[in-house]
Nanobody, 121 residues
């Protein structure tokens, strides 16, 4: 089994910053793409940012220029630095980690439980 745990959410004022972290543990042979998704109340879950195991990043247009995604392959972590936050960024942020648990095995996606980010004055 693979466990994915997010941290770093909270309440922040408009214009502020937060850094989310996600760590994967358990039966991990190789980690592939890692990413952050978010779900606002009444809306579908949407992509915020992804990063491949080679470091290639993909960011949603809504967060480009404000969010940065990074990863540490040794520590099995992925981070989302969020700057210049606004009310539209309020959501539960989920980490997705794509993992192969053994050589030759399938790649499976594992979600964390989510961390709440609230942007409000």
């Amino acid at each position: 089994q693979v466990q994915v745990v997010e941290s770093g959410g909270g309440l922040v004022q408009p214009g502020g910053s937060l850094r989310l972290s996600c760590v994967a543990s358990g039966s991990i042979f190789t980690i592939y793409t890692m990413g952050w998704y978010r779900q606002a109340p009444g809306k579908q879950r949407e992509l915020s940012a992804t990063i491949t195991n080679e470091g290639r990043t993909n960011l949603a247009d809504s967060v480009k220029g404000r969010f940065t995604i990074s990863r540490d392959n040794v520590k099995k972590t992925v981070h989302l630095q969020m700057n210049n936050l606004n009310a539209e960024d309020t959501a539960v942020y989920y980490c997705l980690v794509n993992v192969k648990s053994y050589s030759g095995g399938p790649i499976k996606g594992y979600w964390g439980q989510g961390t709440q980010v609230t942007v409000s004055s």
